[in-house]
């Protein structure tokens, strides 16, 4: 009964939430740029102000990644993100063009139901509000059931600043008692807009079912490849940085090695040196029944969590300053725990005999779980890069960098973004990194500019109308006939239009 209970105070307040959200949104509608601009800046700043308190919180609920890595993605959800569209413009004429006649003129989407994962709760939280404050959206949020303190208290910092800012109360709100079944109908609510969905596949699948536009972002398997050409000992250090960064949980981290047979050795060599286990066979036996708890379906308990505790609960010992668990591999299928994305940090080695043989190694990992996400590439070769950037189906390829934070901006130009786009190879709408100008609508005003000379109907089009003219003439003269006739009176209305057509005919031809 407590459970029932639970449910109907969820979607009460989601209800709630959602209609002070609309009332909200219609005020903050006829807001100036320049309003919007400062509302944006203050609640940008009041979330990186909390970066670090914010991240100990997630860590805390979520039992999940290290302190001073949250630290660093609220840093990028809050101050990147705003720093990235500070300078767009986002209401009223947005463009114009003089020399075609054609003027912009933006007008957002109303509110957006924003749904935050358990793996980076308080960061997507705060960059979602950003790009809806942006465009002039409202937003309700539906948190992780295990991160809903945290995701909550980066809501209310925002909150805060954009009303002290002059914003409507009510512009940014939150399920503090999340449940799938106020999830689902905040999705599908009359008054919800545009869905922005980050998490697992069942989720984004509901999004794009919700009848609703929706942006929903799918999961990453990245392979890494290091192709003979590349860095060794610098290329090694970024990987385990990135790997080991916030316990693997980022879905751009790298989740398998690719590497060229004649550099192996130096990559394992590199591997050690950079705090990398190498799990011997019985080992790797132990941590795959961790990984997976049935075949293709990732073990929740190790997401997140260091390498160290992932061997413990697999019993084995290593050192206290492992920070990757590795180990080879041949295979890649949902039946081999080590190909699948883990979201730890945990990775799977092959080693290529050739150029082709590694491409195909990338394409099996990536058609296994990851396809439209991500991939990363080190190497000094400008082809192989360009060859892969043709080749593979992913939205981003990130090249001598890390690739978790790669992915999200912080060491890349792309676009600062905690929601990641597929696009069509990921059965996504958009295969961007998603920000403002997604929750954007855009209305053309056209002036004429090209002259049109409409030609004359030719002979040919005046016959035909005759001759359609001339079987509307029959029919109605059928029906006349018809309506002549008494009621009681047996007509054959074959016989009559034969004769109406004959007459016709003769009237045609005179």
Not at 292 to 298: F, N
Not at 406 to 415: S, Y
Request: net charge neutral; aromatic share 4%.
């Amino acid at each position: 009964m407590m459970q029932f209970d639970h449910d109907l105070q969820s979607l009460q307040e989601m209800r709630n939430a959602v209609k002070l959200a609309k009332e909200a949104q219609l005020k903050y509608m006829s807001y100036s740029q320049e309003q919007v601009d400062e509302i944006v800046k203050r609640v940008a700043q009041a979330a990186f102000a909390k970066s670090h308190e914010l991240a100990e919180m997630a860590v805390e609920e979520t039992g999940m990644g290290i302190v001073e890595h949250k630290k660093i993605k609220n840093e990028v959800g809050s101050m990147a993100v705003y720093e990235s569209i500070k300078d767009e413009k986002t209401v009223g004429i947005i463009r114009e063009d003089k020399v075609n006649k054609v003027t912009e003129v933006a007008y957002p989407f109303g509110v957006v139901a924003g749904i935050i994962p358990t793996t980076n709760p308080t960061s997507t939280a705060i960059f979602k509000t950003l790009i809806s404050l942006k465009t002039r959206n409202a937003i309700v949020v539906s948190p992780h059931p295990r991160a809903v303190k945290c995701t909550v208290e980066a809501l209310k910092i925002c909150h805060e600043a954009a009303v002290q800012a002059g914003a409507p109360a009510g512009l940014i709100g939150w399920i503090s008692k999340p449940s799938m079944p106020a999830t689902n109908e905040l999705m599908k609510h009359r008054d919800v807009n545009v869905i922005l969905a980050t998490g697992g596949g069942a989720l984004v699948k509901a999004a794009y079912s919700s009848g609703k536009p929706a942006y929903g972002v799918g999961p990453g398997n990245v392979p890494c490849y290091i192709e003979k050409t590349a860095n060794v000992s610098k290329t090694v250090s970024m990987i385990i940085d990135s790997k080991s960064f916030d316990n693997g949980t980022i879905c751009a981290t790298e989740q398998a090695l690719v590497v060229d047979r004649n550099i192996q050795q130096m990559v394992i060599r590199e591997l050690k040196n950079n705090g990398a286990y190498l799990l011997n066979n019985e080992e790797k036996v132990l941590v795959e029944k961790v990984i997976c708890t049935a075949p293709g379906k990732l073990n929740p308990n190790i997401v997140g969590q260091s390498a160290v505790k992932i061997a413990q609960m697999a019993g084995i010992t290593v050192p206290a300053d492992t920070r990757v668990l590795i180990a080879e591999e041949t295979r890649v299928g949902k039946d081999v725990p080590f190909s699948i994305e883990k979201l730890s940090p945990i990775f799977a080695l092959y080693t290529a005999k050739s150029y082709e043989e590694a491409k195909e190694y990338c394409l099996k990992l990536l058609n296994l779980g990851g396809r439209g996400h991500s991939l990363s590439l080190h190497t000094e070769d400008d082809t192989v890069a360009k060859e892969f950037a043709l080749e593979m189906p992913v939205s981003r390829l990130m090249v001598n960098t890390l690739s978790s934070i790669g992915a999200v901006g912080a060491t890349t130009a792309l676009t600062p973004s905690l929601t990641l786009g597929c696009g069509s190879f990921g059965g996504n709408i958009t295969s961007d990194n998603v920000t403002a100008r997604h929750l954007l609508n855009i209305k053309r005003m056209a002036y004429g500019i090209k002259e049109v000379s409409i030609p004359k109907p030719s002979n040919s089009t005046v016959q035909e109308r005759k001759e359609v003219t001339g079987n509307n003439d029959i029919e109605n003269i059928v029906d006349q006939v018809l309506k002549q006739v008494s009621p009681l009176g047996k007509v054959d209305a074959k016989v009559i239009a034969e004769m109406v057509n004959q007459v016709v005919q003769k009237y045609q031809t005179n």
